[in-house]
């Protein structure tokens, strides 16, 4: 049974704070993703990562960076929080067969 | 224009009766098609996915793809008030990563 696990259910942090989001997959997954999710807007995709050390813009990279030092952890930082980055952050690793599965999402305040 | 269009609904639908959900996309490319449940305050969780034209089912579930429309449904057979959740539709080109619709929130009434 595939796991994808994320570091926080909630986190709560202060404007201008450094963030980082770490999620783990058990599966020996290449492919890794990371997303926000805000009502009316569905989920929209920050980074991704095909192996180890690489990376790849998605569709809203700004004021993210991402880390993969290792194949089964894929990182999310946040460098200087900002309130807009209040969110729902997903991340998801996909096998072979394109079946993609997601962690329980980090629910992340920034006050 | 979004690339992957859902209606937000909310979609209501007496239990027992059939529930359908429809997508469209635009890219052409697309070459995987993939019907997501989200339940409230939870991460979404894959139902079917579909690669070839035509009618895939899976248990209460049938998903239809139509590419030279471009256009995915998800049909629930027998809607029971536990589907009452947010459907996403998710298509894929190349290797890149889903492409999520906002999703539509369907309501089955006891």
């Known amino acids: 049974d595939v796991k994808v696990t994320q570091s926080s259910r909630y986190l709560v942090k202060r404007t201008g704070e450094k963030v980082f989001l770490e999620c783990v997959q058990d599966m020996d997954h290449e492919n890794m993703f990371w997303y926000r999710q805000d009502p009316g807007l569905g989920l929209r995709l920050i980074y991704f990562s095909y192996d180890v050390k690489m990376k790849e813009k998605g569709d809203i990279p700004e004021g993210y960076s991402v880390s993969r030092e290792k194949k089964e952890r894929f990182s999310l930082i946040l460098e200087s929080a900002s309130t807009n980055q209040t969110s729902m952050y997903l991340c998801?690793?996909?096998?072979?067969?394109?079946?993609?599965?997601f962690g329980p999402g980090t629910r992340l305040t920034v006050l | 224009q979004k690339e992957v269009e859902q209606n937000s609904g909310p979609l209501s639908v007496p239990e027992g009766a059939i529930a359908s959900l429809n997508c469209t996309y635009s890219?052409?490319?697309?070459?995987?098609f993939f019907w997501y449940r989200q339940y409230s305050g939870k991460s979404p969780e894959l139902i079917m996915f579909?690669?070839?034209?035509g009618d895939k089912e899976d248990g209460r579930f049938t998903a239809q793809l139509n590419k030279a429309s471009q256009y995915v449904s998800l049909l629930i057979r027998d809607s029971q008030p536990s589907d009452s959740a947010t459907y996403l539709c998710a298509v894929k080109a190349g290797r890149r990563a889903l492409t999520f619709g906002s999703g539509t929130r369907l309501q089955v009434q006891p």
């Open positions: 998801a690793s996909i096998n072979g067969e394109d079946t993609q599965y």
């Open positions: 579909i690669y070839s034209n």
């Open positions: 890219d052409r490319g697309s070459q995987s």
